[in-house]
Nanobody, 115 residues
Framework: QVQLVESGGGLVQSGGSLGLSCVAS????????MGWYRQAPGKERELVAS???????YYTDSVKGRFTISRGNAKNTVYVQMNSLKPEDTAVYYC?????????WGQGTQVTVSS
């Protein structure tokens, strides 16, 4: 059974920083990418950042230059460093792991940015 466990969410003031971590456990074959999605109240879940098994990264426009995604030495870990946070970054952040067959999701961690 594959499990993704996120950590690092919380409350921060506008302009502050937070780092999120995600560790995947279980038997996982053929990881193609890991990433972070977020969902704000009343909005659809959106892809924030992702990194492929080859190290290619993607960022949604609103976080470019502020967020940095990286993989751990163990390929089942992914981090996102979030700087210059804005109130509009407030959301539940979900870790995602994609294989050639399916997607796995974490339980989500709340990030709240106060103005």
């Amino acid at each position: 059974q594959v499990q993704l466990v996120e950590s690092g969410g919380g409350l921060v003031q506008s302009g502050g920083s937070l780092g999120l971590s995600c560790v995947a456990s279980g038997t996982i074959f053929s990881i193609t990418a890991m990433g972070w999605y977020r969902q704000a109240p009343g909005k659809e879940r959106e892809l924030v950042a992702s990194i492929t098994s080859g190290g290619n990264t993607y960022y949604t426009d609103s976080v470019k230059g502020r967020f940095t995604i990286s993989r751990g030495n163990a390929k089942n870990t992914v981090y996102v460093q979030m700087n210059s946070l804005k109130p509009e970054d407030t959301a539940v952040y979900y870790c995602n792991l994609r294989t050639i067959e399916t997607n796995y999701w974490g339980q989500g961690t709340q990030v709240t940015v106060s103005s």
